[in-house]
């Protein structure tokens, strides 16, 4: 189990266990604090869902898990926290949810999608799954985000920092357009590893920023303390 400051995550079961991505992604996502309906794309253990209950309080959150036994740990920790009523995980592909929820619109699309590509093989197929870009490719995630966010609603995720070309351009081809990004390096040495981005429907100037994660070895930068202190338990 991993704990926060607010909630548990039980993870035993789901292929993806909490990662410092999910929690970037969470932290940073630059939603308007009366958004009212939040979807979360390949929910994994519900950690960015459970996130977006904390964050805000008058959203009514549905996650959307492929993975049977990543759903049903979903579920628990949904259960477990205090924002169950508003809540809800649907075990599909977001394919066959968006297809099913054509007149559902929501006010903001989260998703940290797989992004390994074929040719890597995780230890499990599990794992696998949610990791591969064959389960749920560049192409169909924004797809099922442009049928299923507002006119004016955001989508935000996290991606690795060299497919950011190739993801902006099918992003801009689907009408939706990067207002805001952040790159992600674990060390000040590092090269960066991470784009965190932020669309709109409307094209608008494009507001960037870095994160550093650590200075060294177990210790966080200020930026990092600051940007995710509000769920992790020890800052």
């Excluded at 704990?3 to 990662?19: H, N, P, T």
């Excluded at 609603?153 to 070309?165: D, K, S, V, Y």
């Excluded at 994160?211 to 509000?230: A, G, N, P, W």
Aim: hydrophobic fraction near 40%.
């Amino acid at each position: 189990m991993f704990r926060f400051k607010e909630f548990s995550v039980l993870q035993d079961k789901s292929a993806m266990k909490v990662g410092t991505d999910a929690i970037l992604l969470g932290s940073w996502a630059p939603f308007l604090l009366d958004s009212k309906r939040i979807l979360d794309i390949g929910a994994g253990t519900g950690i960015l869902s459970l996130m977006m209950a904390q964050r805000f309080s008058n959203a009514f959150i549905q996650a959307v898990e492929i993975e049977e036994s990543a759903t049903e740990e979903c579920y628990m920790n949904f259960q477990n926290s205090k924002w169950s009523n508003r809540l809800q995980v649907s075990h599909c592909s977001i394919q066959d949810f968006a297809f099913a929820h054509l007149n559902v619109k929501f006010d903001c699309i989260i998703s940290n999608p797989p992004f390994f590509m074929e040719s890597i093989r995780p230890e499990s197929e599990e794992r696998k799954l949610a990791r591969n870009t064959q389960s749920l490719s560049y192409e169909e995630l924004i797809d099922s985000v442009r049928k299923l966010l507002q006119v004016n609603g955001l989508f935000a995720t996290i991606i690795p920092f060299q497919n950011e070309p190739e993801f902006l351009s099918i992003c801009k081809a689907a009408g939706l357009y990067v207002f805001k990004k952040c790159w992600v390096k674990g060390t000040p040495e590092s090269k960066f590893k991470r784009s965190l981005l932020c669309f709109s429907g409307q094209e608008s100037t494009i507001h960037s920023d870095t994160v550093v994660v650590e200075q060294s070895r177990h210790q966080y930068t200020e930026e990092f303390i600051h940007l995710t202190k509000d769920f992790y338990l020890n800052f």
